[in-house]
Nanobody, 119 residues
C-alpha cells in the first residue's frame, strides 16, 4: 500500500485547509486510516482516525469541533477538513493506514505534508 498526502500549505490563523490522502496498491487490506501530525521538537500524535465503513471516528481533543475526517472507499482517498486553524496546528501531517492480511497487521505511512498556520 502506498499513501500520498496533498493539500498542505501556509494559511493564516482562522483559515481552512483540506488535506487528502490517496491510497494505492492492496487497498482492500486497509481497515483503519488516520491522520497524525508532528510539530518540531514534539512527538507524533494522532489527530483523527476513521474505520473502513466510517462507523467509528475519533478525534484528538485539541481538534474536536474544528477538524473533520472522512473517507471515500471508491476513490481510495481519505480527507481531513481543517477549519479555524490555529498556530498550534502547525506541523507535518502524515497519513496512516492499518492493513491486515490474515493475522498479520501492517502499518503504512505517507511521506507527510507541511501545514503552517501564521498568527
Amino acid at each position: 500500500v502506498q499513501l500520498v498526502e496533498s493539500g498542505g500549505g501556509l494559511v493564516q490563523a482562522g483559515g481552512s485547509l483540506r488535506l487528502s490522502c490517496a491510497a494505492s496498491g492492496s487497498t482492500s487490506s486497509i481497515n483503519i486510516m488516520g491522520w497524525y501530525r508532528q510539530a518540531p521538537g514534539k512527538q507524533r500524535e494522532l489527530v483523527a482516525s476513521i474505520t473502513s465503513g466510517g462507523r467509528t471516528i475519533t478525534y484528538a481533543d485539541s481538534v474536536k469541533g474544528r477538524f473533520t475526517i472522512s473517507r471515500d472507499n471508491v476513490k481510495n482517498t481519505m480527507y481531513l477538513q481543517m477549519n479555524s486553524l490555529e498556530p498550534e496546528d502547525t506541523a507535518v501531517y502524515y497519513c496512516h493506514a492499518l492493513g491486515q492480511v490474515g493475522l498479520l497487521k501492517y502499518n503504512y505511512w505517507g511521506p507527510g505534508t507541511q501545514v503552517t498556520v501564521s498568527s
